[in-house]
């Protein structure tokens, strides 16, 4: 069998279960080993060796892929191995005598509380300003915020407030509360809209692309001069504020989505950081109180 064969059978099988970004990840990651083999050996699943997955690894390092993108890329061949041994694609595991690549600890990086009134000060085109509202104040990724649809969407007309219904990872149901800012925020914007399915939508009645909302928030970043200004720091920004103000990690956990609540935690050096760079600037020569 082609090793592109097995890898679109592979993918193929994800598709009941996995989010639209893992199979867009896992399609990226794999069509890197497809291109290896054709250039290394030959389009044949018996291309796939620990030697070909080493050089593999070896390549994307010399690249400049971080050690968080390695271990994604591993993740991928990892899981593509285990289910070519269980369709009897090879006898043994290839990714088996391949080192195990770590994932690095990496702190959130929520936005300052400067570059956040900043990005809160735009004046922008009311779409914009939805997409704003929802990654301010739902914490939500950008692949779910993306494909948010109309009926998933409830508010109380009454209060303003109301819920979000998204799916997440490993097409879990994911509902997320919304604050009374955006609720009124989002009624407007509805209201503006003619009948549709998706909250951002294209002419052609398609969800956008992530990519699509990735390149907004860029463009937010250069006028409000934030550096790495993506949308996954809102994320980082909702969690780190709601420890701020006294959140229960549990019910912060909850509302992140996290599997696991040592991720969650992760908030928490953060803040310790911050407090302790605040701390600092009691240090050095200071005049004396009278």
């Known amino acids: 069998m082609r090793l592109s064969r097995a890898v679109s059978d592979f993918i193929n099988s994800l598709r009941p279960s996995a989010a639209p970004d893992t199979i867009r990840a896992y399609q990226s990651d794999l069509g ?70 770590r994932k690095p600890k990496r702190l959130p990086r929520p936005f300052k509380r400067s570059e956040r009134e900043r990005l809160l000060a735009l004046e922008l085109p009311l779409v914009e300003q939805v997409i704003r509202g929802v990654l301010y104040y739902t914490g939500l990724r950008v692949g779910p915020v993306s494909r948010i649809r109309i009926r998933d969407i409830e508010i109380l007309p009454e209060t303003g407030r109301g819920t979000i219904r998204t799916i997440g990872k490993g097409r879990k149901e994911h509902i997320v509360p919304i604050p009374r800012e955006l609720g009124i925020l989002l009624q407007g914007y509805l209201e503006s809209q003619s009948p549709r399915l998706f909250l951002f939508q294209t002419k052609a009645g398609k969800a956008w692309d992530r990519r699509a909302i990735e390149r907004i928030v860029r463009r937010w970043g250069t006028l409000a001069e934030v550096e790495q200004c993506v949308p996954h720091r809102f994320r980082h920004t909702y969690a780190t504020m709601l420890f701020e103000r006294g959140g229960d990690p549990r019910k912060i956990q909850h509302l992140l989505a996290h599997a696991d609540l040592s ?13 302790a760079e605040t701390a600092q600037l009691l240090e050095g020569p200071q005049e004396l109180m009278p």
């Open 32 to 101: 890197l080993l497809e291109a290896l083999a054709r250039t290394e050996a030959q389009d044949s699943v018996l291309a796939f060796t620990t030697e070909l997955a080493n050089l593999y690894f070896l390549k994307q390092s010399a690249r400049g892929r971080s050690m968080m993108t390695l271990h994604r890329y591993q993740t991928s061949l990892r899981a593509f191995a285990r289910w070519g041994v269980a369709q009897r694609l090879w006898a043994a595991n290839p990714m088996d005598r391949v080192a195990m690549i």
């Open 263 to 275: 991720t969650t935690m992760l908030y928490t050096e953060v803040l310790a950081d911050e407090l």
